[in-house]
């Protein structure tokens, strides 16, 4: 969720400039993991106040199991 809220004003300048320094064809064989250790780095060195944006923006996006406990469960909810 960090790097979709701030992938392109935070995160994509440190991936582009340690991705300059690669080189081209090392560059595109490890693109996702640079992206993934600058995402981790830049999260891990971000405030609380970030963070707790964050966590609250997963919290919305998780849908309940069973809004109302009293329906009966869906084949889906059982696969789950």
């Known amino acids: ?6 992938y392109s004003d935070r995160i994509q300048p440190k991936v582009q400039e340690e991705l300059a320094a690669l080189g081209a064809s090392k560059a595109q064989r490890s693109q996702i993991h640079v992206i993934q250790k600058v995402t981790k780095e830049l999260y891990d060195q971000e405030n609380d106040d970030i ?7 997963i919290g919305e996006n998780i849908p309940s199991e069973n809004p109302d406990s009293s329906l009966p469960r869906t084949p889906k909810q059982y696969q789950r």
């Open 1 to 6: 969720m960090y790097s979709k809220m701030y």
């Open 51 to 57: 963070k707790q944006e964050v966590l609250k923006k």
